[in-house]
């Protein structure tokens, strides 16, 4: 678990948040790594104070009745003088668990919000141990909102520019990197989540917009982790099911007096699926399964893919590990058939799953491959 570092301490006040001055002296004069070094963890910065009615008292708190109860789809809207509210990830408060963090109107709470419509104790967020965050509502006369959303008795993962309601004040979630892109007046990046549909598919035509529009740097930091990308189609034959149930899937065979290559399509470089791991609690990061069922992250709803066909697991930087779990059509990797053990993937590698190839590329690949040469730039 990862340490509160004391090198912090020069943006702290009294009241425990950060000083905005010395922070945008401090992103003025250093760059984006420096910056993420010393400050290390996220914050809370105020965003705004929500518009509408004090009620009577209920509870411990004063009943608050927004203008606009529908929020979920606001723009983040900053306000100066509430920019002056950043609460960093360092525990005040001694008592409770070391990575769990209360928000409330009480002095007592590691993030102390002064108003009556916020109650004493109104939300924790917790820090797992691959160090994210998860907010808890906890009940109070106004519930804790995340993005407009009111979640009962769970947990929810906290994202860049996730707003957080409390009472009538509203805060914004910021990583280090993301807090310093607000100081230096860049854009803010978003999360590659924005860009895929249901399928785990990427919009390409998006992700390619934003590859010209930003540069190579900022595609990498959106994408982060390697790719599947559609590269060709083995020309073959799908045999009659060997079930007669419908969903089973069919038996692909290959037609090799056509070549043994996959015949190269265009339209199937459309086909991007980033490589991103399901969002739980876990310090291991569980395995990305592959598949024609609704349950994988990774779906492809074409016959001769399985139901559950392949898994990519993530071993550690820049390391990735294909392994097949018993398809029909088998995987194979540059025209090889996979083994029991799988293989470690290297970039650039061709996967064969079912009759489709795809090309394993990591963002940089990915970011050459979609954009043209004439528009690439750092």
Same mark, same amino acid.
Do not use: W
């Given at each position: 678990?990862?340490?509160?570092?004391?090198?912090?301490?020069?943006?702290?006040?009294?009241?425990?948040?950060?000083?905005?001055? /010395?922070?945008?002296?401090?992103?003025?004069?250093?760059?984006?790594?420096?910056?993420?070094?010393?400050?290390?963890?996220?914050?809370?910065?105020?965003?705004?104070?929500?518009?509408?009615?004090?009620?009577?008292?209920?509870?411990?708190? /004063?009943?608050?009745?927004?203008?606009?109860?529908?929020?979920?789809?606001?723009?983040? !809207?900053?306000?100066?003088?509430?920019?002056?509210?950043?609460?960093?990830?360092?525990?005040?408060?001694?008592?409770?668990?070391?990575?769990?963090?209360?928000?409330?109107?009480?002095?007592?709470?590691?993030?102390?919000?002064?108003?009556?419509?916020?109650?004493?104790?109104?939300?924790?967020?917790?820090?797992?141990?691959?160090?994210?965050?998860?907010?808890?509502?906890?009940?109070?006369?106004?519930?804790?909102?995340?993005?407009?959303?009111?979640?009962?008795?769970?947990?929810?993962?906290?994202?860049?520019?996730?707003?957080?309601?409390?009472?009538?004040?509203?805060?914004?979630?910021?990583?280090?990197?993301?807090?310093?892109?607000?100081?230096?007046?860049?854009?803010?990046?978003?999360?590659?989540?924005?860009?895929?549909?249901?399928?785990?598919?990427?919009?390409?035509?998006?992700?390619?917009?934003?590859?010209?529009?930003?540069?190579?740097?900022?595609?990498?930091?959106?994408?982060?982790?390697?790719?599947? !990308?559609?590269?060709?189609?083995?020309?073959?034959?799908?045999?009659?099911?060997?079930?007669?149930?419908?969903?089973?899937?069919?038996?692909?065979?290959?037609?090799?007096?056509?070549?043994?290559?996959?015949?190269?399509?265009?339209?199937?470089?459309?086909?991007?699926?980033?490589? !991103?791991?399901?969002?739980?609690?876990?310090?291991?990061?569980?395995?990305?399964?592959?598949?024609?069922?609704?349950?994988?992250?990774?779906?492809?709803?074409?016959?001769?893919?399985?139901?559950?066909?392949?898994?990519?697991?993530?071993?550690?930087?820049?390391?990735?590990?294909?392994?097949?779990?018993?398809?029909?059509?088998?995987?194979?990797?540059?025209?090889?058939?996979?083994?029991?053990?799988?293989?470690?993937?290297?970039?650039?590698?061709?996967?064969?799953?079912?009759?489709?190839?795809?090309?394993?590329?990591?963002?940089?690949?990915?970011?050459?491959?979609?954009?043209?040469?004439?528009?690439?730039?750092?």
């Amino acid at each position: 678990m990862p340490q509160d570092s004391p090198a912090i301490q020069q943006f702290l006040q009294k009241s425990g948040r950060l000083d905005l001055q /010395t922070l945008e002296i401090f992103a003025d004069t250093h760059n984006e790594q420096d910056f993420i070094r010393r400050l290390q963890m996220p914050v809370l910065m105020g965003s705004e104070v929500l518009m509408g009615d004090l009620g009577p008292r209920s509870g411990d708190a /004063t009943l608050f009745l927004p203008a606009a109860p529908s929020t979920g789809m606001r723009p983040v !809207v900053m306000r100066p003088p509430l920019m002056h509210l950043i609460y960093p990830f360092i525990k005040r408060n001694a008592i409770g668990e070391t990575d769990s963090f209360s928000l409330g109107r009480s002095e007592n709470n590691d993030f102390v919000v002064p108003d009556y419509t916020v109650a004493k104790t109104q939300a924790q967020i917790r820090r797992t141990a691959a160090n994210r965050y998860l907010l808890r509502g906890i009940a109070s006369t106004n519930p804790t909102l995340l993005n407009g959303k009111y979640y009962k008795n769970t947990e929810v993962f906290l994202h860049d520019e996730d707003r957080l309601t409390l009472g009538r004040y509203e805060f914004i979630f910021l990583s280090p990197s993301a807090l310093y892109c607000r100081l230096k007046g860049m854009e803010l990046r978003i999360r590659i989540e924005r860009f895929l549909d249901s399928l785990g598919k990427a919009d390409h035509d998006a992700l390619k917009n934003y590859a010209i529009r930003h540069g190579q740097k900022m595609f990498v930091q959106l994408v982060t982790n390697p790719s599947l !990308v559609g590269s060709g189609l083995f020309r073959g034959y799908s045999l009659d099911r060997s079930s007669e149930d419908p969903d089973s899937t069919l038996a692909f065979l290959p037609d090799l007096t056509m070549g043994p290559a996959a015949k190269h399509l265009k339209l199937l470089e459309r086909a991007v699926y980033p490589l !991103v791991p399901p969002e739980i609690d876990s310090s291991v990061p569980p395995p990305i399964t592959i598949g024609r069922a609704e349950s994988n992250q990774i779906i492809m709803p074409e016959g001769s893919v399985s139901n559950v066909h392949a898994t990519i697991t993530f071993l550690g930087p820049g390391q990735y590990h294909l392994a097949d779990v018993g398809s029909t059509n088998g995987t194979s990797v540059n025209d090889k058939p996979l083994s029991p053990l799988g293989k470690d993937l290297a970039d650039g590698d061709r996967i064969k799953l079912g009759r489709f190839e795809f090309l394993f590329l990591f963002p940089g690949s990915l970011y050459l491959h979609i954009t043209p040469e004439n528009t690439r730039r750092g």
